[in-house]
C-alpha cells in the first residue's frame, strides 16, 4: 500500500447521507441546542477532556456550529443526536500513518440518551463509506482513550486496525487505522 496522500477535489457539504434509521447532513443553526448540550454533557466529556461551561459555549459558538468540511450532524427522526467530524490530522498530532501526518481522523459524540442503540456504529460507517467514495484508497485513523470501551467496540465494529498505543491527554490513547473496503472479516493484501 502506498503511502502516498491522495487528494481528490470534493464538493461540500454532500446531499444528506441517508442509514436504515439515521441522516447525517450539513450543521444548520437548529443544530445549535443540541450541539451546545454535546459539548456541555459531563458523560460526554468524559473521555474528551471534559465538558465546557454552557455560558461559555452559548458565547463561543456561532449561530451555524461546524461550517467545514467533514463535519456531519447526526439526525434521529429529525432531532439531533450527535455528530461525526473527519478532519485532518496536523504533523503535531501524536499518532500518525505518515510521518508528515494530514490523514483524515474519524471522531464522533453522541448525546448521552442516544448512547447503547449502534446509532455510533451505524452513522461512522455511513460517514467512512462516503468518504471511500469521495477519496478513493485514502485510509481514515481513529484514535480513542483506552479506557472508552464503548470506543473501542465501534473501532472493532467499523473495521480499524490497531496501530499503536501512547499516552496523551493524561491517559492511554488506542490509534488505529481504516482503508477503504476493509470491513470485519475482510481478507487484508
Not at 458565547?59 to 467530524?85: C, K, S
Not at 460507517?125 to 484514535?143: C, I, M, N, Q, T
Given at each position: 500500500?502506498?503511502?502516498?496522500?491522495?487528494?481528490?477535489?470534493?464538493?461540500?457539504?454532500?446531499?444528506?447521507?441517508?442509514?436504515?434509521?439515521?441522516?447525517?447532513?450539513?450543521?444548520?443553526?437548529?443544530?445549535?441546542?443540541?450541539?451546545?448540550?454535546?459539548?456541555?454533557?459531563?458523560?460526554?466529556?468524559?473521555?474528551?477532556?471534559?465538558?465546557?461551561?454552557?455560558?461559555?459555549?452559548?458565547?463561543?459558538?456561532?449561530?451555524?456550529?461546524?461550517?467545514r468540511f467533514g463535519f456531519f450532524v447526526v439526525d434521529l427522526n429529525g432531532t439531533t443526536i450527535g455528530m461525526i467530524t473527519l478532519d485532518r490530522c496536523g504533523p503535531e498530532r501524536k499518532g500518525h500513518i505518515r510521518p508528515e501526518g494530514g490523514e483524515h481522523e474519524l471522531g464522533y459524540m453522541f448525546l448521552p440518551q442516544a448512547w447503547g442503540r449502534g446509532y455510533a456504529t451505524e452513522a461512522c460507517a455511513a460517514a467512512l463509506d462516503w468518504f471511500a467514495d469521495a477519496h478513493p484508497g485514502e485510509p481514515v485513523v481513529l484514535s480513542t482513550q483506552t479506557a472508552n470501551e464503548a470506543a473501542m467496540r465501534v473501532a472493532a465494529k467499523l473495521g480499524f486496525t490497531e496501530l499503536e498505543r501512547f499516552e496523551d491527554y493524561g491517559a492511554e490513547q488506542w490509534f488505529g487505522v481504516w482503508y477503504p473496503g476493509r470491513y470485519p472479516g475482510t481478507p487484508s493484501d
Amino acid at each position: 500500500m502506498s503511502d502516498e496522500i491522495i487528494v481528490h477535489p470534493v464538493a461540500w457539504p454532500p446531499a444528506p447521507i441517508k442509514t436504515e434509521r439515521l441522516e447525517l447532513r450539513k450543521s444548520e443553526a437548529r443544530n445549535r441546542v443540541a450541539l451546545i448540550d454535546l459539548f456541555a454533557s459531563p458523560e460526554v466529556g468524559t473521555y474528551v477532556g471534559g465538558s465546557r461551561p454552557r455560558d461559555e459555549l452559548e458565547q463561543a459558538l456561532p449561530e451555524v456550529p461546524g461550517q467545514r468540511f467533514g463535519f456531519f450532524v447526526v439526525d434521529l427522526n429529525g432531532t439531533t443526536i450527535g455528530m461525526i467530524t473527519l478532519d485532518r490530522c496536523g504533523p503535531e498530532r501524536k499518532g500518525h500513518i505518515r510521518p508528515e501526518g494530514g490523514e483524515h481522523e474519524l471522531g464522533y459524540m453522541f448525546l448521552p440518551q442516544a448512547w447503547g442503540r449502534g446509532y455510533a456504529t451505524e452513522a461512522c460507517a455511513a460517514a467512512l463509506d462516503w468518504f471511500a467514495d469521495a477519496h478513493p484508497g485514502e485510509p481514515v485513523v481513529l484514535s480513542t482513550q483506552t479506557a472508552n470501551e464503548a470506543a473501542m467496540r465501534v473501532a472493532a465494529k467499523l473495521g480499524f486496525t490497531e496501530l499503536e498505543r501512547f499516552e496523551d491527554y493524561g491517559a492511554e490513547q488506542w490509534f488505529g487505522v481504516w482503508y477503504p473496503g476493509r470491513y470485519p472479516g475482510t481478507p487484508s493484501d
